[in-house]
């Protein structure tokens, strides 16, 4: 379904349409195409437009490690679709490695890099398209920013989340590794709990398993239209993980195909309020706020920190994942995905329907069948939801006199704004290995030296 006539290719490829043109066509084209030719393309690849696939793949950390895999089936779907697909790969910082650390002041810094690297290796080889596979953390974020900024037919798609661990019979993810070492540290478990605890909590492949920066931002694609409904959310680790990865690469050549939509069509007003949306339903990272406003930035779009806390504010919290809840991610998708979440927010009005996605759809067209299911605790109704405004609310005071974010997802409310016991303010060295022993019924942390400019959670 044609999108954009000036834009579309209802009769084969025109390349006097396509950017890869100053690389493929024409006498002066002559060594840009013996260098194509020299890594196997044939004058039938050539003709056709150039999708480039990016991914953060590295050996850094368990969220990247499938991403070159999950690669190859999206090169497959570019090529069924009639396209010529061009890998390439960019760096990553995990914040499950860099944080606690000094690391962790090149995070923020390195989804920059992210967006940074893809826009020149997409503008310097003329690649007409772009599918974006990212895993962790500043990853996922970075490569929607490049989309917003590239503003070419583009597809996100996400490594998916690690399978849940075991640790003393019960699920385990990367945060309960974090309580070990804190109960290690007062003595309440021994040594050989703390390591069997290491060695069960992440059973392979795929990002931190609850709602934490990864898996915020996987939802934060799906509900705002960048990736294909249903595919972030299948694990890393999933059979179906490499189906949805060919759908991807298919999916982005008819976006070519058919003129459209371009990320500036998809990335609205609209769907970034839903984006704030999701995060304020599932409890996600408080990172959102950071990251919807960048993307909202590359996109010309003025949607700031109080933007996305007005949202917040106004959005039931429904969903039981963890760090607040009980459940991980793969337990969601279990359920039906955050399809379940976006239609039961659709339905009561907390989002809106119609904006367009990369189906060619609307997101509300998407979601049409989505049953909500019963007889689980994963989801609740947003009649009886967790809290009746978001998992992650937004503050302005003379401590953040430029706002600040603060999620109270699991927390009990009437413990959190009572007067404060106790206020630190802590560095690096304050926290680490463990904070101080001496310290008792403290309510709130207040750390410095923590914020964008240093190193953000």
């Known amino acids: 379904m044609t999108f954009n006539s000036k834009r579309a290719h209802p ?64 090169k497959k779907g570019v090529k069924e679709g009639g396209a010529t697909p061009r890998e390439f790969t960019t760096i990553t910082v995990t914040d499950g490695i860099a944080m606690g650390h000094e690391g962790m002041r090149s995070s923020l810094a390195s989804r920059e890099v992210i967006a940074d690297s893809v826009e020149l290796t997409m503008r310097g080889h003329c690649y007409d398209a ?64 703390l390591y069997s605890c290491e060695c069960g909590a992440l059973p392979g492949a795929g990002a931190c398993g609850g709602q934490f920066t990864a898996n915020t931002m996987s939802c934060v694609a799906e509900v705002m239209g960048l990736a294909v409904p249903g595919a972030n ?70 949607f700031d920190l109080f933007d996305v806390a007005e949202v917040f504010k106004r959005t039931p919290y429904i969903a039981n994942l963890r760090p607040g809840g009980t459940y991980l991610s793969k337990h969601l998708h279990d359920i039906g995905g955050v399809a379940v979440v976006i239609k039961e927010l659709l339905d009561n009005g907390y989002l809106h329907g119609d904006c367009i996605t990369v189906t060619g759809k609307t997101l509300a067209e998407n979601v049409k069948d989505v049953k909500f299911p019963e007889n689980q605790d994963v989801v609740f109704r947003c009649s009886k939801p967790i809290y009746a405004t978001g998992g992650v609310v937004g503050l302005k005071g003379n401590l953040a006199p430029e706002g600040a974010i603060v999620k109270i997802g699991g927390a009990q409310r009437a413990g959190i704004w009572k007067a404060l016991r106790a206020c630190l ?33």
């Open 130 to 193: 772009l599918v974006g596979l990212a895993g962790c953390d500043k990853s996922l974020p970075g490569m929607m920013m490049v989309m917003a900024r590239l503003n070419v037919p583009s597809v996100f798609l996400y490594g998916g989340t690690i399978m849940p661990g075991k640790y003393k019979g019960k699920d385990a993810d990367i945060v309960t590794v974090y309580e070990a070492v804190g109960e290690h540290s007062v003595g309440k478990i021994s040594d050989d709990d």
């Open 233 to 302: 959310g299948i694990p890393a680790v999933d059979e179906h993980k490499g189906d949805m990865a060919e759908v991807s690469g298919k999916v982005v050549v008819e976006l070519l195909r058919n003129g459209g939509p371009l990320p500036r069509e998809i990335i609205t007003r609209k769907s970034l309020e839903n984006a704030a949306a999701i995060v304020a339903a599932t409890g996600g990272s408080t990172n959102a706020a950071l990251h919807l406003p960048a993307i909202a930035h590359e996109a010309g779009i003025k």
């Open 11 to 74: 009769n084969g490829w025109d390349k006097s349409k396509l950017v890869s043109r100053y690389t493929t066509v024409g006498p002066d084209s002559a060594p840009h195409r013996a260098m194509l030719r020299a890594m196997g393309l044939t004058d039938e690849d050539i003709a056709k437009p150039l999708v480039g696939v990016a991914t953060c793949w590295n050996e850094a950390a368990p969220c990247n490690i499938k991403l070159a895999e999950q690669a190859q089936s999206v």
């Open 425 to 457: 303010i802590a560095r690096m060295n304050v926290i680490r290995p463990s904070p101080p022993r001496n310290i008792r019924r403290v309510r709130l942390l207040f750390s410095a030296m923590k914020g964008p400019r240093a190193a953000p959670a």
